[in-house]
């Protein structure tokens, strides 16, 4: 018999009714509240209030009329651990205090330490509302494309809404890439960066909602450039880019949006056009309800002027994000030697 295979990454697959979200019976629920401020930032609370009535419902949370916000995925955490089967070692690095932005890094087996590797920037996907670069399925994910691209990667944990709300998490994820940037004189505070490092040879990924913020990325050093970092390539894992039910969640995380036609959301031609990296892959699965989105990008891509190349691969049968549930499966390790190659011949 056929071994039933739910995804963990259900963002925006199927479409939840108001007020009866579909949500797997391990979810754990996490309760915050809105301060009494402009900006709404929640904090932590425990208890909820009684009589307390929804006033909005999406697919990864809920929020009441008090401003408390309940959110139906708990985000484990584990250290960083160096890996005796593939010799990745990984260590944390403050990016900075104030935001809190801070960054997984994974260094494979230096067997020249004369050779510089390139770099891999990954941003984590997760309805832009959960998920962390320090959860057992990121880590696990991440250091497998450090070991098989043999690059040092760099996974951002950027703050997360609606406690923190859109664009924190476009502005963390560009902060960090200038942090990468910063060690380009061989001087930064991460010593695996100046060491090891080819800034000829940066790359920006990410999965689903990072892959969102990846775009957002290659366009943004397509604008304003990155002083002494070539950005060669971008890789798109299933990306959400609008044009689904799941909208509106995205427009209650950015208070300060253009609606359905901002660019975040819905990339613009000029931004498709001045991408700043030589070549994109972009990966879309056949039973994603984002299929849809992530072949009409391509197709925006190649029409918008951009000079680069784009190439697209479509994951047969499968559903959204699949390859986080087991790195072992046969087409999760073909998804990830793809992305590897595709690294590796920059």
């Not at 924190?168 to 990468?180: G, K, Q, R």
């Not at 950005?231 to 959400?240: E, Q």
């Not at 000079?307 to 959204?320: A, F, L, Y």
């Not at 087991?326 to 073909?334: G, Q, S």
């Amino acid at each position: 018999m056929q071994s039933l295979r739910l995804p963990l990454f259900h963002f925006l697959h199927r479409t939840t009714s108001p007020l009866k979200p579909t949500r797997p019976f391990f979810q754990i629920r996490l309760h915050t509240r809105f301060q009494a401020s402009s900006n709404h930032h929640p904090s932590q609370t425990t208890q909820p209030i009684k009589n307390d009535t929804v006033t909005h419902e999406f697919r990864f949370f809920r929020v009441y009329e008090s401003g408390r916000v309940e959110k139906f995925h708990q985000t484990h955490k584990i250290p960083p651990s160096d890996d005796p089967i593939t010799g990745v070692r990984s260590k944390d690095v403050v990016i900075s205090s104030e935001p809190a932005i801070s960054a997984r890094i994974f260094l494979p087996l230096i067997r020249d330490p004369t050779r510089k590797l390139p770099i891999l920037f990954h941003v984590h996907g997760g309805g832009f509302s959960f998920e962390s670069a320090f959860s057992p399925h990121i880590h696990n994910y991440v250091r497998t494309l450090s070991s098989e691209a043999d690059v040092i990667a760099v996974s951002v944990e950027y703050r997360l809404a609606p406690e923190h709300p859109i664009p924190a998490c476009y502005d963390d994820s560009w902060a960090a890439l200038n942090w990468v940037a910063s060690h380009i004189s061989g001087n930064g505070p991460e010593p695996w960066l100046n060491d090891y490092a080819d800034f000829d040879r940066v790359s920006v990924a990410g999965d689903s909602a990072g892959g969102n913020i990846s775009h957002y990325l290659a366009a943004r050093v397509g604008l304003l450039g990155l002083p002494g970092v070539k950005l060669v390539g971008a890789v798109l894992v299933h990306p959400y880019f609008g044009g689904t039910d799941d909208d509106a969640m995205w427009l209650y995380m950015c208070r300060d949006n253009n609606g359905l036609q901002d660019r975040r959301l819905r990339p613009s031609v000029e931004d498709l056009r001045r991408l700043g990296c030589e070549r994109v892959l972009v990966f879309v699965a056949e039973k994603d309800h984002l299929n849809g989105v992530g072949k009409n990008y391509v197709e925006e891509l190649k029409k918008s002027g951009w000079k680069g190349s784009v190439e697209i691969v479509e994951n047969e049968g499968e559903d959204h994000c699949f390859h986080l549930e087991d790195l072992n499966y046969e087409k999760a390790v073909a998804l990830i030697r793809r992305f590897a190659s595709f690294i590796k011949h920059q």
